[in-house]
Protein backbone atom coordinates (compact mmCIF):
# COMPACT_ATOMS: atom_id res chain seq x y z
CA UNK A 1 0.00 0.00 0.00
CA UNK A 2 2.60 2.65 0.78
CA UNK A 3 4.36 2.03 -2.71
CA UNK A 4 1.42 2.59 -4.49
CA UNK A 5 0.41 5.79 -2.51
CA UNK A 6 4.37 6.60 -3.04
CA UNK A 7 3.96 5.95 -6.95
CA UNK A 8 0.42 8.45 -7.22
CA UNK A 9 2.23 10.98 -5.00
CA UNK A 10 4.88 10.71 -7.62
CA UNK A 11 2.69 10.78 -11.07
CA UNK A 12 0.17 13.61 -9.29
CA UNK A 13 3.88 15.72 -9.07
CA UNK A 14 4.38 15.06 -12.39
CA UNK A 15 1.01 15.28 -13.95
CA UNK A 16 -0.79 17.59 -12.28
CA UNK A 17 1.06 19.51 -9.42
CA UNK A 18 3.76 21.15 -9.77
CA UNK A 19 3.76 19.59 -12.98
CA UNK A 20 2.66 19.57 -16.57
CA UNK A 21 -1.14 21.11 -15.94
CA UNK A 22 0.28 23.74 -13.27
CA UNK A 23 2.99 24.46 -15.57
CA UNK A 24 0.80 24.78 -18.73
CA UNK A 25 -1.84 27.01 -16.90
CA UNK A 26 0.18 29.37 -15.34
CA UNK A 27 2.27 29.90 -18.15
CA UNK A 28 -0.37 30.13 -20.26
CA UNK A 29 -1.97 32.60 -17.93
CA UNK A 30 1.18 34.79 -17.67
CA UNK A 31 1.48 34.95 -21.21
CA UNK A 32 -2.44 36.24 -21.10
CA UNK A 33 -0.96 39.11 -19.07
CA UNK A 34 2.09 39.53 -20.89
CA UNK A 35 -0.11 40.62 -24.22
CA UNK A 36 -2.70 42.39 -22.16
CA UNK A 37 -0.49 44.95 -20.57
CA UNK A 38 1.76 45.47 -23.61
CA UNK A 39 -1.24 46.19 -25.45
CA UNK A 40 -1.99 48.76 -22.72
CA UNK A 41 1.27 50.29 -23.15
CA UNK A 42 0.53 50.42 -26.92
CA UNK A 43 -2.63 52.14 -26.25
CA UNK A 44 -4.69 49.14 -27.59
CA UNK A 45 -7.46 47.01 -26.15
CA UNK A 46 -5.75 43.58 -26.54
CA UNK A 47 -6.53 40.18 -26.63
CA UNK A 48 -8.73 38.41 -24.07
CA UNK A 49 -6.57 37.51 -20.82
CA UNK A 50 -7.39 34.10 -21.46
CA UNK A 51 -6.88 34.17 -25.02
CA UNK A 52 -3.28 32.16 -25.44
CA UNK A 53 -5.26 29.44 -23.52
CA UNK A 54 -8.27 29.44 -26.26
CA UNK A 55 -5.76 29.47 -29.01
CA UNK A 56 -3.59 26.54 -27.29
CA UNK A 57 -7.44 24.66 -27.40
CA UNK A 58 -8.49 25.97 -30.66
CA UNK A 59 -5.35 24.08 -32.53
CA UNK A 60 -5.67 20.85 -30.79
CA UNK A 61 -8.59 20.90 -32.57
CA UNK A 62 -6.79 21.63 -35.82
CA UNK A 63 -5.84 18.86 -38.35
CA UNK A 64 -2.04 18.11 -38.22
CA UNK A 65 -0.17 18.61 -41.71
CA UNK A 66 3.11 16.76 -42.37
CA UNK A 67 4.86 17.89 -45.61
CA UNK A 68 5.44 15.02 -47.82
CA UNK A 69 8.97 15.90 -48.16
CA UNK A 70 9.13 15.51 -44.19
CA UNK A 71 10.86 12.78 -41.53
CA UNK A 72 7.17 12.09 -39.97
CA UNK A 73 8.76 10.57 -37.06
CA UNK A 74 10.85 13.30 -36.06
CA UNK A 75 8.86 16.20 -36.66
CA UNK A 76 5.87 14.80 -34.79
CA UNK A 77 7.97 13.85 -32.01
CA UNK A 78 9.93 17.08 -31.23
CA UNK A 79 7.28 19.41 -29.64
CA UNK A 80 6.43 16.76 -27.47
CA UNK A 81 9.84 15.86 -26.53
CA UNK A 82 10.23 19.66 -25.73
CA UNK A 83 7.11 19.56 -23.43
CA UNK A 84 8.29 16.30 -21.57
CA UNK A 85 11.62 18.51 -20.57
CA UNK A 86 10.16 21.44 -19.11
CA UNK A 87 7.44 19.55 -17.37
CA UNK A 88 10.46 17.51 -15.54
CA UNK A 89 12.08 20.65 -15.23
CA UNK A 90 9.33 22.14 -12.53
CA UNK A 91 9.75 19.20 -10.23
CA UNK A 92 13.08 20.04 -9.22
CA UNK A 93 11.90 23.76 -8.26
CA UNK A 94 11.47 24.30 -4.56
CA UNK A 95 8.10 26.35 -4.07
CA UNK A 96 7.38 25.63 -0.26
CA UNK A 97 11.01 24.44 0.54
CA UNK A 98 10.92 21.11 -0.76
CA UNK A 99 10.87 19.94 -4.80
CA UNK A 100 9.67 16.68 -5.47
CA UNK A 101 12.87 16.14 -7.24
CA UNK A 102 16.29 17.42 -5.53
CA UNK A 103 19.67 16.32 -6.79
CA UNK A 104 23.04 17.45 -5.53
CA UNK A 105 23.45 18.85 -8.84
CA UNK A 106 19.74 20.68 -9.69
CA UNK A 107 21.40 23.15 -11.50
CA UNK A 108 23.29 21.36 -13.98
CA UNK A 109 20.37 19.53 -14.59
CA UNK A 110 17.73 22.30 -15.37
CA UNK A 111 20.87 23.72 -17.79
CA UNK A 112 20.59 20.31 -19.65
CA UNK A 113 16.78 20.19 -19.24
CA UNK A 114 16.63 23.93 -20.70
CA UNK A 115 18.72 23.01 -23.67
CA UNK A 116 16.24 20.48 -24.60
CA UNK A 117 13.38 22.13 -25.92
CA UNK A 118 15.82 24.39 -27.84
CA UNK A 119 17.20 21.32 -29.41
CA UNK A 120 13.49 19.91 -30.19
CA UNK A 121 12.96 23.02 -32.37
CA UNK A 122 16.00 23.06 -34.35
CA UNK A 123 15.03 18.85 -34.97
CA UNK A 124 11.42 19.79 -35.82
CA UNK A 125 12.59 22.60 -38.22
CA UNK A 126 14.66 20.67 -40.00
CA UNK A 127 12.62 17.47 -40.26
CA UNK A 128 10.23 19.86 -42.10
CA UNK A 129 12.37 20.19 -44.92
CA UNK A 130 11.39 24.29 -45.46
CA UNK A 131 13.79 27.06 -46.30
CA UNK A 132 12.14 28.81 -44.05
CA UNK A 133 13.14 26.58 -41.33
CA UNK A 134 16.41 26.05 -42.23
CA UNK A 135 17.35 30.07 -41.63
CA UNK A 136 14.94 29.83 -38.59
CA UNK A 137 17.37 26.64 -36.85
CA UNK A 138 20.59 28.10 -38.10
CA UNK A 139 19.41 31.64 -35.70
CA UNK A 140 18.28 29.22 -33.02
CA UNK A 141 21.75 27.69 -32.78
CA UNK A 142 23.25 31.23 -32.62
CA UNK A 143 20.71 31.85 -30.34
CA UNK A 144 21.33 29.21 -28.16
CA UNK A 145 25.35 29.96 -27.98
CA UNK A 146 24.87 33.48 -27.19
CA UNK A 147 22.81 33.07 -24.00
CA UNK A 148 23.92 29.72 -22.82
CA UNK A 149 27.38 31.17 -21.76
CA UNK A 150 26.28 33.67 -19.43
CA UNK A 151 23.48 31.25 -17.96
CA UNK A 152 26.05 29.35 -16.95
CA UNK A 153 28.52 31.84 -15.79
CA UNK A 154 25.39 33.42 -13.90
CA UNK A 155 25.05 29.26 -12.21
CA UNK A 156 28.32 29.37 -11.07
CA UNK A 157 27.88 33.09 -9.22
CA UNK A 158 25.09 31.62 -7.81
CA UNK A 159 26.94 28.35 -6.42
CA UNK A 160 30.25 29.84 -5.06
CA UNK A 161 28.35 32.33 -2.92
CA UNK A 162 25.85 30.04 -1.54
CA UNK A 163 28.51 27.22 -1.47
CA UNK A 164 31.43 28.30 -1.05
CA UNK A 165 34.66 26.52 -2.57
CA UNK A 166 32.18 23.54 -2.34
CA UNK A 167 30.18 25.10 -5.01
CA UNK A 168 26.24 24.39 -4.50
CA UNK A 169 24.33 23.41 -7.20
CA UNK A 170 20.92 22.07 -4.45
CA UNK A 171 17.96 24.70 -5.54
CA UNK A 172 16.91 23.47 -1.95
CA UNK A 173 20.35 24.54 -0.27
CA UNK A 174 20.20 27.57 -2.53
CA UNK A 175 16.83 28.59 -0.94
CA UNK A 176 18.49 27.53 2.79
CA UNK A 177 21.36 29.86 2.12
CA UNK A 178 19.00 32.59 1.44
CA UNK A 179 16.37 32.25 4.15
CA UNK A 180 19.27 32.61 6.68
CA UNK A 181 21.35 35.54 4.68
CA UNK A 182 18.81 37.10 3.01
CA UNK A 183 17.65 37.10 -0.69
CA UNK A 184 21.14 36.82 -3.05
CA UNK A 185 19.50 40.19 -4.97
CA UNK A 186 19.85 42.17 -1.74
CA UNK A 187 23.69 41.12 -1.81
CA UNK A 188 25.70 43.95 -4.07
CA UNK A 189 28.22 41.37 -5.60
CA UNK A 190 25.47 39.42 -6.95
CA UNK A 191 23.52 41.94 -8.49
CA UNK A 192 25.32 42.07 -11.65
CA UNK A 193 24.47 38.52 -12.17
CA UNK A 194 20.65 39.17 -11.19
CA UNK A 195 20.74 42.04 -13.85
CA UNK A 196 22.82 39.06 -16.71
CA UNK A 197 19.45 36.70 -15.80
CA UNK A 198 16.81 38.95 -16.59
CA UNK A 199 18.66 39.28 -19.95
CA UNK A 200 18.98 35.60 -20.44
CA UNK A 201 15.08 35.02 -19.46
CA UNK A 202 13.69 36.54 -22.52
CA UNK A 203 16.17 34.98 -25.09
CA UNK A 204 15.66 31.51 -23.47
CA UNK A 205 11.94 32.46 -23.55
CA UNK A 206 12.32 33.80 -27.47
CA UNK A 207 10.21 37.08 -26.89
CA UNK A 208 10.72 40.51 -29.43
CA UNK A 209 14.19 41.62 -29.24
CA UNK A 210 15.55 38.33 -28.90
CA UNK A 211 13.18 35.81 -31.59
CA UNK A 212 15.41 36.24 -34.46
CA UNK A 213 14.98 32.31 -34.85
CA UNK A 214 11.21 32.55 -35.89
CA UNK A 215 10.87 36.09 -36.73
CA UNK A 216 7.25 36.20 -38.46
CA UNK A 217 7.97 39.49 -40.53
CA UNK A 218 11.01 37.57 -41.94
CA UNK A 219 11.18 33.87 -42.30
CA UNK A 220 7.80 33.35 -41.46
CA UNK A 221 8.21 32.00 -38.08
CA UNK A 222 11.18 29.45 -39.11
CA UNK A 223 11.40 26.57 -37.63
CA UNK A 224 7.79 26.41 -36.60
CA UNK A 225 6.30 27.23 -40.31
CA UNK A 226 5.46 23.58 -41.66
CA UNK A 227 3.93 23.47 -37.87
CA UNK A 228 0.10 22.94 -37.50
CA UNK A 229 -2.68 21.36 -35.04
CA UNK A 230 -1.68 20.26 -31.92
CA UNK A 231 2.01 19.82 -32.67
CA UNK A 232 2.46 23.77 -33.35
CA UNK A 233 0.06 24.38 -30.14
CA UNK A 234 2.18 22.49 -28.14
CA UNK A 235 5.24 24.69 -29.15
CA UNK A 236 3.43 27.06 -28.63
CA UNK A 237 2.66 25.72 -24.84
CA UNK A 238 6.53 25.14 -24.48
CA UNK A 239 7.08 28.90 -24.91
CA UNK A 240 4.13 29.58 -22.49
CA UNK A 241 5.71 27.01 -19.86
CA UNK A 242 9.41 28.68 -20.37
CA UNK A 243 7.54 32.39 -19.26
CA UNK A 244 6.82 30.74 -16.60
CA UNK A 245 9.43 28.14 -15.58
CA UNK A 246 12.41 31.07 -16.26
CA UNK A 247 10.82 33.74 -13.86
CA UNK A 248 10.25 31.21 -11.03
CA UNK A 249 13.86 30.10 -11.46
CA UNK A 250 15.00 34.10 -11.48
CA UNK A 251 12.56 33.74 -8.31
CA UNK A 252 14.10 31.18 -6.37
CA UNK A 253 17.73 31.97 -7.60
CA UNK A 254 17.84 35.62 -6.70
CA UNK A 255 14.24 36.38 -4.47
CA UNK A 256 14.69 33.29 -1.82
CA UNK A 257 11.89 31.34 -3.66
CA UNK A 258 8.44 32.49 -1.38
CA UNK A 259 9.56 30.64 1.64
CA UNK A 260 6.01 30.83 3.89
CA UNK A 261 5.29 28.39 7.15
CA UNK A 262 2.08 28.29 8.46
CA UNK A 263 1.90 26.35 11.80
CA UNK A 264 -1.75 27.87 12.85
CA UNK A 265 -4.20 24.89 12.81
CA UNK A 266 -3.61 21.18 12.12
CA UNK A 267 -0.77 19.86 10.98
CA UNK A 268 -2.48 18.83 7.27
CA UNK A 269 -4.07 22.10 6.84
CA UNK A 270 -1.08 24.17 8.09
CA UNK A 271 1.09 22.33 5.36
CA UNK A 272 -2.20 23.07 2.74
CA UNK A 273 -2.11 26.45 3.68
CA UNK A 274 1.65 27.14 3.24
CA UNK A 275 1.45 25.36 -0.16
CA UNK A 276 -1.31 27.95 -1.21
CA UNK A 277 0.34 30.88 0.21
CA UNK A 278 4.37 29.93 -0.92
CA UNK A 279 2.31 29.31 -4.53
CA UNK A 280 0.60 32.75 -4.82
CA UNK A 281 3.86 34.48 -3.65
CA UNK A 282 5.77 32.97 -6.13
CA UNK A 283 3.28 33.68 -8.85
CA UNK A 284 3.08 37.22 -7.75
CA UNK A 285 6.58 37.50 -8.29
CA UNK A 286 6.98 35.60 -11.80
CA UNK A 287 4.59 38.20 -12.83
CA UNK A 288 6.49 40.81 -11.77
CA UNK A 289 9.45 39.56 -13.37
CA UNK A 290 7.68 38.69 -16.64
CA UNK A 291 6.08 42.56 -16.61
CA UNK A 292 9.84 43.99 -16.05
CA UNK A 293 12.18 42.26 -18.02
CA UNK A 294 9.55 40.92 -21.06
CA UNK A 295 6.89 43.09 -21.28
CA UNK A 296 8.55 46.34 -20.45
CA UNK A 297 11.29 45.38 -23.32
CA UNK A 298 9.22 43.71 -25.97
CA UNK A 299 7.47 47.23 -25.73
CA UNK A 300 10.35 49.58 -26.32
CA UNK A 301 12.50 47.59 -28.38
CA UNK A 302 12.49 46.50 -32.11
CA UNK A 303 13.97 42.87 -32.97
CA UNK A 304 17.70 42.65 -32.93
CA UNK A 305 19.82 41.31 -35.39
CA UNK A 306 21.43 38.33 -35.22
CA UNK A 307 25.23 39.69 -35.35
CA UNK A 308 23.92 42.39 -32.83
CA UNK A 309 21.94 39.62 -30.84
CA UNK A 310 25.33 37.53 -30.25
CA UNK A 311 27.56 40.25 -29.65
CA UNK A 312 25.40 41.78 -27.04
CA UNK A 313 25.39 38.08 -24.62
CA UNK A 314 28.82 37.77 -25.26
CA UNK A 315 30.13 40.86 -24.01
CA UNK A 316 27.71 42.68 -22.30
CA UNK A 317 25.86 39.73 -20.43
CA UNK A 318 28.54 37.62 -19.96
CA UNK A 319 30.69 40.57 -18.60
CA UNK A 320 27.65 41.59 -15.87
CA UNK A 321 27.98 37.58 -15.07
CA UNK A 322 31.73 37.30 -14.72
CA UNK A 323 31.91 40.66 -12.74
CA UNK A 324 30.06 38.77 -10.13
CA UNK A 325 31.30 35.52 -10.40
CA UNK A 326 35.19 37.35 -9.46
CA UNK A 327 33.85 39.30 -6.82
CA UNK A 328 32.14 36.23 -5.51
CA UNK A 329 35.07 34.25 -6.22
CA UNK A 330 37.07 36.93 -4.26
CA UNK A 331 34.69 36.08 -0.97
CA UNK A 332 33.41 39.93 -1.60
Keep these: MELILKALGTLFSVLIYP ?3 FVSAVG ?12 RMQKRVGPPLLQPAYDFFKLLGKETLVPSRANKAVFLAAPVIGTASLAVMMLFLPIFGRAPLSLRAD ?8 TIPAVALILGGSASGSPFAGIGISREMVVMMAYELPLILVFLAVARKTGGSEL ?24 PAALAMLFVIPAEVGTQ ?15 LIEYSGAPLGLF ?26 VTLGPIWLGAALSALLNTLILL ?18 ARLKIEHLFRFYWTVVAGLALISLILVWLGL
Design 209 to 223: PFDAAEAETEICEGP
Design 236 to 261: KLNTAIKMFLMTALFCTLFLGGSGVT
Design 284 to 301: ALCLAVTLLCMTLVHAVT
Design 28 to 39: LLLAGFDRKVLA
Design 168 to 191: CFSLERIVAWQAEHGPLLFHWAMI
Design 107 to 114: LIVILYLL
Design 19 to 21: GFL
